[in-house]
């Protein structure tokens, strides 16, 4: 189990940056193309655009950030806690996926098998209602079909680390999650301390 105020600490505000960066260049890549495509034509595109951009932008810079295969399908690892997948999210901010047994399980555990550990994030976008356009770009934990909370990443990325959903009710949870690490910029050669 995961909560909301965990993840906004693993994910922290520049990973937030790099997560908005790929979900809305990957976007802006599909609508510079200029091709109609169908609804599931178009998911499948702009996935696999986030995934190059996530590859791009997060292997190698951030610390704490692996790439794993499920399934022949790319996921990234944070922090040994989170395991983040790149999806296109509906208006309430659910995920269709082909129902294999393994999809099955991790929407009914919210985790794989054998990893309870490593919890499953999803992260992406939610069009607008014309479908022409980003409304929302989050991070989402989904168990049993149903959200049990959700991370708008502008916000994170705009330094809000307070969870929507708290710990505990009456308290602002960051005190919990202090000793948590977040995935962290590779410090380069040119700048010295990573920040960049």
Request: with cysteine.
């Amino acid at each position: 189990m995961i909560t909301e105020a965990e993840a906004r600490k693993i994910i922290g505000v520049d990973g937030a940056r790099a997560l908005v960066k790929i979900v809305g260049g990957a976007w802006k890549r599909f609508t510079d193309e200029g091709v109609k495509r169908s609804a599931t034509t178009r998911a499948g595109v702009v996935w696999d655009y986030m995934v190059d951009a996530a590859d791009e932008h997060l292997l190698g810079k951030f610390d704490g950030v692996q790439r794993v295969m499920l399934d022949k399908s790319p996921a990234y690892v944070l922090r040994d806690r989170v395991l983040l997948r790149f999806k296109k999210h509906d208006r309430g901010m659910l995920t269709r996926n082909i129902p294999t047994e393994l999809q099955r399980r991790i929407a009914q555990n919210g985790f794989f098998d054998g990893m309870p550990g490593l919890a499953v994030l999803t992260c992406g976008y939610i069009l607008d209602k014309a479908e022409a356009g980003i409304e929302k770009i989050v991070a989402v934990r989904s168990i049993g079909g149903a959200v049990d909370w959700h991370i708008d990443l502008p916000e994170l990325a705009a330094g809000v680390l307070a969870p929507f959903k708290p710990i505990i009710p009456n308290v602002g949870g960051s005190e919990e999650i202090a000793s948590l690490p977040s995935i962290a910029r590779v410090a380069r050669k040119e700048d010295g301390d990573g920040a960049k």
